[in-house]
């Protein structure tokens, strides 16, 4: 067991939380162990008590009760290898790879990080995106287990604290494409709807969905968050169903899904927030379109464009159609080179 330490938080170790901080200080340490000693208060950041998720700052004091030492610890069970078909699948994914950043074209339907009865997700799997590097690549946002499109990894801390930053500080652009029902009018346009999680959970509640609140009503419901999605609609089928490009302002939960019904045109394969078994007929409601039309979820992380961490010039990522968002295109006759790089440019 060692003694109480104090130690003094590099200049290149700032804005991260706490208990990934000490993980790499303490490899050991079981995360129920640091939780634990932030609720006692016997952890503590300049002298006040904190939150294993506090983040930290370059010069702070953390102070450290005392720890067991590796050889007092059992064992846990070693990490799960990641399976040679997973290794090839997830670096099949790569489409823009260099020394501080990978980015990935997630498929749809593989979480981004692990929850409830979620083993295999992309935080897992980037055990085999490390390509000769001693750590694997680190998270800097998500992207919703169905949606699919670029979602970022930075493969440095330098990097991950500089792209979380600009993440945070809205110096990111992103686009999304959907497949809407109906011809959301004006054909460019934006929403303001506020957001707040509905009541409920488990298998009969709500879940994780998000209720739309009229701009009018945030201030004075409970929970409420402000939310601000520009869309564009670039091509439609007759009155059915329409290509939409979506540029989120705010960064809630299922905010793209939520405000697109909200207004009544839901994305295509939507069932939480379209109606599972709704078809639609062409009035701008209803979640799926019959036929030959997938009925996954039809949207997808477009592009992202940020100013890269270490050559601060701007970079633009773009990610092809899934293969179910694809056959719907070419089913409609569309192609990906239809759409302007900037839909959004007379919006600016």
């Known amino acids: 067991m060692s003694g109480v330490q104090t130690i003094t938080v590099g200049p290149d170790d700032g804005?991260?939380?706490?208990?990934?901080?000490l993980k790499r200080?303490?490899?050991?340490?079981?995360?129920?162990?640091?939780e634990k000693m932030c609720r006692k208060g016997e952890l503590r950041v300049d002298g006040g008590r904190v939150k294993a998720s506090t983040r930290l700052e370059p010069g702070q004091q953390v102070r450290i009760p005392p720890l067991p030492t590796p050889g007092e610890v059992k064992k846990a069970a070693p990490k799960s290898k990641v399976s040679d078909a997973d290794a090839k699948m997830i670096q099949s994914c790569v489409i823009y790879r260099d020394d501080d950043i990978i980015a990935l074209n997630k498929p749809a339907g593989l979480p981004t990080q692990g929850g409830s009865k979620q083993t295999r997700h992309v935080d897992g799997l980037a055990e085999?995106?490390?390509f000769g590097f001693e750590e694997k690549p680190r998270l800097v946002h998500r992207l919703d287990k169905d949606t699919s499109g670029v979602l970022l990894l930075a493969?440095?801390?330098?990097?991950?604290?500089?792209?979380?930053?600009?993440?945070?500080?809205?110096q990111t652009r992103k686009i999304y494409w959907?497949?809407?029902?109906?011809?959301?009018?004006?054909?460019l346009g934006e929403i303001k709807y506020g957001l707040v999680k509905a009541a409920g959970h488990g298998a009969k509640g709500e879940g994780e969905k998000m209720i739309c609140v009229h701009p009018r009503d945030i201030d004075k419901t409970p929970g409420a968050k402000r939310a601000h999605t520009l869309y564009a609609t670039l091509y439609r089928v007759a009155g059915r169903a329409s290509w939409v490009a979506m540029e989120p302002l705010t960064g809630r939960t299922h905010q793209l899904r939520a405000h697109m019904a909200e207004i009544g045109h839901p994305i295509i394969g939507d069932g939480k927030y379209g109606g599972s078994g709704q078809e639609n007929l062409g009035d701008g409601w209803g979640a799926q379109l019959g036929g030959v039309i997938s009925k996954k979820l039809h949207l997808h992380a477009r592009s992202m464009t940020f100013l890269h961490p270490e050559t601060k010039k701007s970079v633009t990522i773009t990610a092809p159609l899934p293969e179910h968002m694809k056959h719907s295109w070419d089913t409609f006759g569309w192609t990906e080179?239809?759409?302007?790089?900037?839909?959004?440019?007379?919006?600016q």
């Not at 200080?25 to 640091?34: D, E, K």
């Not at 440095?156 to 979380?164: E, F, S």
């Not at 959907?178 to 054909?187: E, F, Q, R, S």
């Open 155 to 170: 493969r440095t801390r330098t990097a991950a604290q500089a792209l979380t930053a600009a993440l945070r500080h809205k």
């Open 128 to 130: 085999a995106l490390k």
């Open 178 to 187: 959907a497949l809407v029902a109906g011809v959301p009018t004006p054909y």
């Open 25 to 34: 200080m303490f490899p050991h340490l079981a995360q129920g162990r640091i």
């Open 15 to 21: 804005d991260q939380r706490l208990d990934r901080w």
């Open 337 to 347: 080179d239809l759409a302007a790089d900037d839909p959004f440019e007379e919006l």
